[in-house]
């Protein structure tokens, strides 16, 4: 976990926005820049050494990904712009066609707005019923209220295995085990969860994962949509061009290629794809499990910290992951984060695209500390220090 491997380090901030977005290191640069500089090939599409070699790095990251998330055939990996792609290609692609009128779908309010805006597009189509999941006091999904809220007509759950907002860690596995055993399909949103905690696929028996390359270390623009094959063997692609078709003719008669392909229309992100295989490789070589257990000291050091300070209100003091959520009493989330800036500390504020939380959070914006593994204890002192100036309210700028 070596600091250095972040250029963007040396500019002396403290990045504590990393469920948004995380920073970037030198072996996804590196990447992108050989690619670039070296090939610059279209893939899947030359019969020249150097697109037939990007053909072969392309499909190396897929089965990079495949390992990392133990997906059982490479080809149950669909690259796609980002999880909000990937959940809205599930959705549109696979159940536009599964669901229909007065099937039930199973949310909840602390969900991001990408596993939201998509289910209430689709009920209006279809005539659906949304259902949510009552929170408990810790604003998580319990197996025991996912029980209470399920019915002969509920047909899928939609879920994050851990949320944005509080970055509560869900018993996915136990969820989607009942789910099974009603008849009921599982989406997870693995966007907060992937990059933090080993996500074996096969062992959780999920239907469907989405997850973002960009929280992970990765590039922007990149996401992963995964499905069961005899899912994705259903899923009606939502884009149509270059790269997905076998063949078609001047009546419209038109012959699809199987999976992948048929879901990865147009020139692929190639340069991106790449790029993210090193950055597969990086995390392999760090450990998921050490990420996850460093990031679980670190909250828990901020936790005993923070919650010493004089007016501080902490939203999630007994979640298991790396997100800090919490405000001053009567000071402005962003307000607040105007004022950590000035010492160089970058947190989020806002309702983290998680809209209909605030009705049980009773708050409308909270400010959010999420941290990963190049994070430290000493930058967390200094977010300490910054909240503990007994000056704060007046150096804040309205």
């Not at 089965?63 to 059982?72: D, G, H, M, S, V």
């Not at 009921?184 to 062992?203: E, F, R, W």
């Not at 997905?244 to 009546?251: G, I, K, Q, R, Y």
């Not at 909270?366 to 200094?382: G, H, M, P, Q, V």
């Amino acid at each position: 976990m070596n600091r250095e491997d972040f250029p963007i380090l040396k500019k002396n901030i403290i990045y504590f926005d990393n469920g948004a977005t995380t920073l970037k290191p030198k072996v996804l640069c590196d990447g992108l820049n050989d690619y670039y500089m070296n090939y610059s090939a279209n893939a899947h599409r030359g019969d020249y050494d150097i697109s037939l070699k990007v053909d072969k790095m392309y499909e190396g990251t897929r089965e990079k990904i495949r390992k990392f998330i133990n997906a059982k055939y490479a080809r149950e990996i669909i690259f796609t712009s980002g999880a909000t792609d990937s959940l809205n290609k599930i959705i549109f692609g696979y159940f536009r066609n599964y669901l229909h009128e007065g099937d039930e779908v199973l949310l909840n309010h602390a969900e991001h707005a990408s596993n939201l805006l998509p289910w209430y597009e689709l009920k209006e189509e279809k005539n659906l019923v949304i259902k949510y999941v009552d929170l408990d006091n810790n604003y998580t999904v319990t197996l025991e209220n996912v029980k209470k809220a399920i019915t002969e007509k509920t047909k899928v759950i939609s879920i994050a295995q851990i949320t944005n907002v509080v970055g509560d860690v869900r018993d996915i596995k136990e969820i989607i085990k009942y789910a099974h055993s009603k008849g009921i399909l599982v989406v997870v949103d693995g966007a907060q969860s992937v990059p933090h905690l080993k996500v074996d696929v096969q062992d959780l028996d999920c239907d469907f994962l989405a997850f973002s390359a960009h929280k992970m270390c990765g590039p922007t623009g990149l996401g992963i949509m995964y499905g069961k094959e005899e899912y994705l063997n259903n899923t009606h692609p939502i884009i149509f061009g270059g790269g997905m078709n076998a063949s078609f003719d001047e009546d419209g008669v038109r012959v699809y290629k199987e999976i992948p392909g048929i879901l990865e229309a147009g020139t692929p992100n190639i340069a991106d794809v790449i790029a993210f295989g090193n950055v597969i490789d990086y995390l392999d070589n760090i450990g998921i499990e050490n990420i996850e257990k460093y990031e679980q000291e670190l909250k828990d050091y901020a936790i005993s910290k923070l919650k010493n300070i004089k007016d501080i209100i902490i939203y999630n003091e007994n979640t298991k992951s790396g997100i800090v959520t919490f405000n001053l009493k009567n000071v402005f989330a962003q307000d607040l984060a105007i004022y950590l800036n000035k010492y160089n500390i970058c947190v989020r504020a806002g309702n983290h695209c998680a809209k209909i939380l605030k009705n049980d959070l009773k708050i409308k914006n909270t400010c959010r500390a999420s941290f990963y593994f190049y994070n430290t204890k000493e930058e967390i002192d200094k977010l300490v220090e910054a909240l503990s100036n007994p000056n704060i309210k007046n150096e804040l700028i309205y």
